[in-house]
Every structure is written in structure tokens, then in C-alpha cells.
């Protein structure tokens, strides 16, 4: 115990030595007023570049398999429902106007979707399709993931992990503790650190993305069903401490008391 809290000790003091504080996006109508610390050696402009590389390998894979869905229906709604949602991502941070969007569709059955930094958004057609969602449905996705990528949680997480093993070195040579020491250390960070900020970074995504939603003009309470679905799909969860991501009932309820915030918003934009 006496390990795991001099790392933390350790691992703050270099995230504030090491990091600047940043606010990545406005705080909206729900709130989201965090203050991020990003190590300023790891820039937004390297990340983006970074991941755009393999952003275009997966897709280089996909369409190599005849994976790759451009032309489809689905594909098409996909593209109809992302344009609304790219449209409102200024509101939140002014310079995502000059991200190189891109939407694609992966035909798979595989559950799933993301936005990666600099808005690169892969959608796969198991989730779209075994879960039957909804355009509205689709828009409180879509909304989570590019909260992430508005927030620049990647960066967040690798910055932090850069503090952390940069911690571990100093606590190794401090204590004298060995490897084996050092994983015990690492289960502990994990559990006590990155797993807690992880879900944090959910929860920002989650409210982000319904306001997101709700102004491009996609219904907000879609969020609700939607994770609904997904518990559903996804049978038995580990236990919240365990997960980077919130419980459902957990997500449903934050859900649910940050809606009429963003009814409003809804309302207004509604199609």
C-alpha cells in the first residue's frame, strides 16, 4: 500500500511538472469543465498525424478484403448522419473546422465504432445492424466517439501513462523494489489511476455526445435506448471497478439527469 501511494505521489508530481493544463473544448450545456494536463512533447499535430497513418492502414486492410463499404445504403446514412454531427463540432473546439474528417463503414459483424484524433470515425456494420439502430441511435455513437476525439482523451491517456512509467523508474530506484515489486506496483496504478480517469474521460464523452446530438438535431433520449441495446448485447459485464467504462445502469442514469439540459438544444434543432 505504502508502494502504490508514493507512485501516485510520484506519478502527480510529474504529470504537473511535465504537463500543461489545457481546455480542449467549451463546456456546453452539460458542463464538461475539466482541466486536462497533455505533455507538451506530445502534441495534437504528432497524435493526429500518427493515427491518421494507421487510420488509412485499416482501411488499406479493409478494402484489401473487400471489406470496405462506400457505396451501400447503410454507408450512405452513415455519411447523411455524420455530416450533421461534424457540423456542430465547432461549437466545441473551433479548430476541429480544420480537421481532416473522414467517415468510414467496415462490413463486419463486430460491435463497434470509434473517432479517432483529428476525426478519422470508423463505424463496423454489426453494430449498426444487430443492435437496429435508428438514425438517432447512430448520432448518440457517433456523438460519444467524437467526444473523445474533441477531448483528446488519447492524448490525456498517453501523457498520463508517460508520467506513470516515468514514476515507476523513480520509485524503483527509491524503494529498491525488483520487477516482480514493480507489476505489483502496476496493479495497483491501474486499479488506482487509469482505470477510475478512464472512466472519467466515458462520462465526458457521454454527455458531450448527446449535446452534440442534440444539435445537430438527433433526439437526445436515443442515448437511453441505445445503451440499453448495448447491455443487452453484451450479457455479463465485469464489475465497474474493474472497467474503463462506466456501468450501465451507472451511464443510463448520468444519461438521463443531463438530458433536460440538452432538450432544449434538441428542440430548437429538430428536423
Request: aromatic share 6%; net charge positive; with cysteine.
Amino acid at each position: 500500500m505504502k508502494r502504490f501511494f508514493v507512485v501516485c505521489s510520484l506519478s502527480a508530481a510529474v504529470l504537473l511538472s511535465g504537463c500543461q493544463a489545457v481546455d480542449t473544448t467549451q463546456s456546453g450545456a452539460v458542463g464538461v469543465q475539466r482541466k486536462q494536463y497533455m505533455f507538451s512533447a506530445l502534441s495534437t499535430e504528432e497524435i493526429n498525424r500518427s493515427y491518421a497513418q494507421m487510420y488509412r492502414e485499416t482501411l488499406q486492410e479493409a478494402r484489401g478484403k473487400g471489406k470496405l463499404d462506400t457505396s451501400s445504403a447503410q454507408a450512405r446514412r452513415l455519411q447523411a448522419v455524420a455530416q450533421r454531427l461534424i457540423a456542430q463540432a465547432p461549437y466545441f473546439r473551433e479548430d476541429a473546422r480544420n480537421w481532416q474528417w473522414e467517415v468510414n463503414l467496415i462490413d463486419s459483424p463486430e460491435i463497434n465504432a470509434n473517432c479517432g484524433p483529428g476525426g478519422k470515425i470508423i463505424f463496423y456494420s454489426g453494430l449498426i445492424n444487430k443492435l437496429k439502430l435508428t438514425d438517432a441511435e447512430i448520432a448518440a455513437v457517433m456523438g460519444h466517439e467524437i467526444a473523445h476525439a474533441l477531448r483528446e482523451h488519447s492524448r490525456e491517456q498517453m501523457s498520463r501513462a508517460y508520467g506513470i512509467e516515468l514514476a515507476k523508474t523513480g520509485v524503483g530506484a527509491l524503494l529498491g523494489v525488483g520487477e516482480e515489486g514493480l507489476a505489483l506496483v502496476d496493479v495497483a496504478v491501474n486499479y488506482g489511476m487509469m482505470l477510475p480517469n478512464s472512466r472519467s474521460a466515458e462520462i465526458e464523452a457521454d454527455l458531450l455526445g448527446i449535446e452534440l446530438a442534440a444539435r445537430a438535431g438527433y433526439d437526445p433520449e436515443a442515448a437511453i435506448t441505445l445503451w440499453q441495446k448495448m447491455e443487452q448485447a453484451g450479457g455479463g459485464a465485469p464489475p465497474q471497478f474493474m472497467s474503463t467504462h462506466p456501468a450501465s445502469a451507472t451511464r443510463i442514469q448520468n444519461l438521463k439527469n443531463a438530458i433536460p439540459r440538452v432538450q432544449p438544444i434538441y428542440q430548437k434543432n429538430r428536423r
